[in-house]
């Protein structure tokens, strides 16, 4: 983003920052997504002194193990090993990594993989890992990169399962509004991987391991479907959600789901597990890393700044309405916060699809946020609210948008806006208004940052 060399910066900026308040909103994302970037965090977080390594309030002497080695996936990982490799140098003596989003490395090997939906080569990718892991012992110390996106790019199927099988599950679970960790609980059991199943495979190494959270509440077990944590869930669990919305899974992996839940099969390790003893989980960014960015550019700016939640959780044309609302009270009365400022929240919502159109949860979210500035213009003659939500990882949903940016002015016509959600089609809607935000890939991936600025 700005200031971060040949970092992606929101296209077309110029263009889009019309207003004050647009131009405040996309300062907001920026330092937002700068800030998340691994570049930065892995830095202030990892220091080596001699053999002395520092990660996040623990130091481990790296001199007392005969390799270091790399492990992970997900939409940071490759930006967290060249990260890892700036400061540890040439200690790292290998490493493979699995990425939509590679960049150089030296010692670390960088494979793609695919997000949302998992594919081949994130497969073949996903095997390279677990032969690694399956190479360490007592000697080894394993830095790991968990990330968001982890579950679809280290797709390493449980047996009996195809490829097939996990991308038709997913895709149903994606489509049913179901809550990350609730796609995670299946995911994870059906998965060599997943919920704490790297850590086993690399037992008895000491495994360390550098989160970067994209999910409400910060669960390490949830990031990535917690390759390297403990996991909680159960088959039985997992058989739940697929009943609960009603997802007609393959055979394949009801089968094993069944088999699982009837004791047949080994559940994932739980917090009890003695195999934990040799791991630590480190939140290294999340959330909260983004909005406290964007509040301090808002303040750097001469606006008052409110974070709302960095939890914000929901069907994401919902959740817009109350934003829109607490701007408004916001405009009105001077509370929440006095305008000028920037009103910000964090999370992660959801989008129940019905239609066939292409969109994601912050598309949907800034069509209905201006369907109701529209209304409040009709009413008050101008609102003087913009509205910015983005997924930090650049990409919403599937598509190549990381969000958009709206105002009073980006709807015309309130029938086609409507018809646009009731279709989940926000993409082409947003596009025809010069209203998407597009970055390309960031290098990271810290959840939905939205930016509702009231001048």
Not at 6 to 26: F, H, K, N, V, W
Not at 302 to 308: E, K, P, S
Not at 313 to 333: D, F, S
């Amino acid at each position: 983003m700005s200031g971060g060399g040949d970092r992606p910066a929101i296209r077309g900026r110029d263009g889009l920052a019309t207003t004050e308040a647009r131009d405040l909103a996309l300062d907001c994302v920026e330092a937002g997504i700068e800030a998340g970037h691994p570049a930065t965090v892995v830095s202030d977080a990892v220091s080596l002194d001699g053999d002395a390594l520092r990660v996040a309030d623990e130091t481990y002497d790296i001199g007392e193990y005969d390799e270091v080695v790399v492990l992970g996936g997900g939409n940071a990982a490759a930006h967290v090993a060249a990260a890892l490799e700036t400061t540890l140098g040439d200690r790292i003596d290998r490493g493979v990594v699995v990425t939509d989003d590679p960049t150089g490395t030296e010692s670390v090997t960088v494979r793609e993989g695919d997000h949302p939906v998992p594919s081949e080569r994130g497969v073949e990718a996903a095997r390279e890992v677990c032969a690694l892991a399956d190479e360490a012992d007592e000697a080894t110390f394993v830095l790991v990169a968990v990330t968001g996106g982890g579950s679809a790019l280290l797709p390493a199927p449980a047996e009996a399962v195809s490829l097939a099988d996990l991308r038709s599950v997913t895709d149903a679970l994606l489509d049913s509004g179901a809550t990350i960790s609730e796609i995670n609980a299946v995911r994870k059991h059906i998965s060599q991987i997943k919920g704490g199943q790297l850590a086993r495979r690399a037992a008895p190494a000491t495994v360390v391991s550098l989160i970067l959270s994209d999910v409400v509440g910060d669960d390490s077990s949830v990031v990535a479907s917690g390759p390297t944590s403990p996991d909680g869930s159960t088959f039985e669990e997992a058989l739940s959600v697929l009943a609960r919305y009603d997802v007609d899974a393959p055979t394949a992996v009801t089968s094993r789901l069944e088999r699982g839940a009837a004791g047949d099969t080994a559940e994932t390790p739980g917090p009890d597990d003695p195999l934990f003893a040799g791991v630590t989980n480190h939140g290294i960014a999340d959330g909260t890393t983004v909005l406290d960015a964007a509040r301090d550019a808002a303040r750097e700016r001469g606006y008052g700044a409110l974070v709302l939640s960095s939890r914000v959780r929901g069907e994401a044309r919902e959740a817009a309405k109350t934003h829109v609302a607490i701007a408004e009270e916001a405009l009105a009365t001077g509370d929440p916060v006095e305008p000028p400022a920037a009103i910000l929240s964090g999370g992660e919502t959801t989008v129940t699809v019905r239609g066939d159109g292409e969109g994601g949860p912050n598309q949907e979210f800034a069509v209905s946020a201006a369907l109701e500035l529209d209304s409040v213009a009709t009413a008050q003659s101008e609102s003087g609210i913009a509205v910015a939500a983005v997924d930090t990882d650049g990409s919403d949903g599937a598509t190549d948008a990381a969000g958009a940016l709206v105002d009073e002015a980006t709807v015309e016509d309130a029938a086609s806006a409507r018809a646009a959600l009731a279709g989940n089609d926000a993409y082409p809607y947003l596009d025809a208004r010069d209203a998407l935000l597009v970055t390309g890939a960031t290098g990271t991936n810290l959840n939905d940052l939205r930016v509702l600025v009231v001048e």
